[in-house]
């Protein structure tokens, strides 16, 4: 996969990249019958299938985990203090 490639993944939205990765993984199912029926010429397209499916939820788990990063560093103001003491 060309990094070009990658970044317009990259940029697509988590509910995106999920409707990506189910089209993803019934062009495998599609790509294993016809192998097993002797259709199939190129047989690496199903490695490189798999491959973009990989990216697909590696690129999910990071824009995961920023979100949570970002959550924990929002100041969180439950009342207010005073400054006066005792």
């Not at 999920?18 to 490695?47: A, C, M, P, T, Y």
């Not at 939820?57 to 929002?74: C, G, S, V």
């Amino acid at each position: 996969m060309k990094n070009k490639q990658k970044q317009e993944l990259k940029a697509r939205s988590i509910q995106e990249l999920g409707k990506l990765i189910k089209d993803s993984e019934v062009l495998i199912f599609k790509l294993r019958l016809e192998k097993s029926q002797n259709k199939l010429k190129n047989l690496k397209s199903i490695f490189f299938e798999r491959k973009k499916i990989a990216l697909m939820l590696t690129t999910i788990n990071d824009k995961a985990k920023l979100e949570k990063i970002d959550q924990k560093e929002k100041p969180k103001i439950k009342g207010k203090r005073s400054t006066k003491t005792k």
